[in-house]
C-alpha cells in the first residue's frame, strides 16, 4: 500500500517552462513533507520541505504547494534548466511514536530539454 | 558539510557469497538507514539504526541483516547473495526524522 502517491512517473519540459510534480497523502498524521532532488549517479539530497501550517514555501525557483484539505503537495519548478533534469521524490514523515522514518513517493524522472 | 561515505560504487558478486556494504558518517547522527533503489520502485526501506546495537525492519528485511557496533558505522549484509538483489543500495543518516543524508550508493550486481 503506498501511502505516498506521486504523479507523474515522468516528465519532459522545455527550458524556460514550467515543471509540476504532484504527491497525494492518506495519513493525516503526516506533519512534515520534504522533496528531495537525485541526480544520476548521486544519491538524493534533501531540495525544499513545508510543514502543514503553511499553504507554500518558496526557495529561488522551486516552490512547494500545500492543500492539507485536500491532503495533496506539489513541487512547482519554475523557468526550469537543463541542470534541474534528476528524479525527484517526494516524501512524508510523522511524529506518531517518536517516529524518525519517510515515507516515500515512487519519484519523478524529469528531463528539460534545452 | 555532512559527509556520508559508503565503501564501494560498484560491486559485483557471485550468486550464494556473502556480501558486506559500509556506510560511514561524520555527523554523529544517531540514526542510520539503508535503502535498495530499483527502476519504478522508488527507495525502499531495509533497515534502519537509531543507535549502536539497535536495529529495526524496514519494509524489505528479508535476505538482509545489519549490524551497527559504531555510532558512525551500518554494516548491510547479505548473507547469500541472489539475482534479485542486484539493485542500487543507497545508506542515509539523519539526527531527527527531518533530514536524511544520503550517501553516493553502491550498484551491486549479482550474477
Known amino acids: 500500500q503506498q501511502q505516498v502517491k506521486q504523479s507523474p512517473q515522468s516528465l519532459i519540459v522545455q527550458k524556460g517552462g514550467i515543471s509540476i510534480i504532484n504527491c497525494a497523502y492518506e495519513?493525516?498524521?503526516?506533519?512534515?513533507f520534504p522533496w528531495y532532488q537525485q541526480f544520476p549517479g548521486k544519491g538524493p539530497a534533501l531540495l525544499i520541505a513545508i510543514r502543514p501550517d503553511v499553504s507554500e514555501k518558496k526557495e529561488g525557483r522551486f516552490t512547494i504547494s500545500f492543500n492539507k484539505s485536500a491532503k495533496q503537495f506539489s513541487l512547482h519548478i519554475m523557468d526550469s534548466q537543463p541542470g534541474d533534469s534528476a528524479t525527484y521524490f517526494c516524501?512524508?514523515?510523522?511524529?506518531?511514536?517518536?517516529?524518525?522514518?519517510?515515507?516515500w513517493g515512487l519519484g519523478t524522472s524529469l528531463a528539460v530539454n534545452p | 558539510d555532512v559527509k556520508v561515505t559508503q565503501s564501494s560504487r560498484y560491486l559485483v558478486k557471485r550468486t550464494g557469497e556473502k556480501v558486506f556494504l559500509e556506510c560511514v558518517q561524520d555527523?554523529?547522527?544517531?540514526?542510520m538507514f539503508w535503502y535498495r533503489q530499483d527502476p519504478g520502485l522508488g527507495l525502499r526501506l531495509i533497515y534502519f539504526s537509531y543507535d549502536v546495537k539497535m536495529k529495526e525492519k524496514g519494509d524489505i528485511p528479508e535476505g538482509y541483516s545489519v549490524s551497527r557496533e559504531k555510532k558512525e558505522r551500518f554494516s548491510l549484509i547479505l548473507e547469500s547473495a541472489s539475482t534479485n538483489q542486484t539493485s542500487m543500495y543507497l545508506c542515509a543518516s539523519t539526527s531527527g526524522r527531518y533530514e536524511q543524508y544520503f550517501g553516493p550508493g553502491t550498484r551491486l550486481t549479482v550474477t
Open positions: 555527523m554523529d547522527h544517531e540514526n
Open positions: 495519513n493525516t498524521a503526516f506533519d512534515y
Open positions: 516524501a512524508a514523515s510523522h511524529n506518531a511514536g517518536n517516529n524518525r522514518k519517510l515515507i
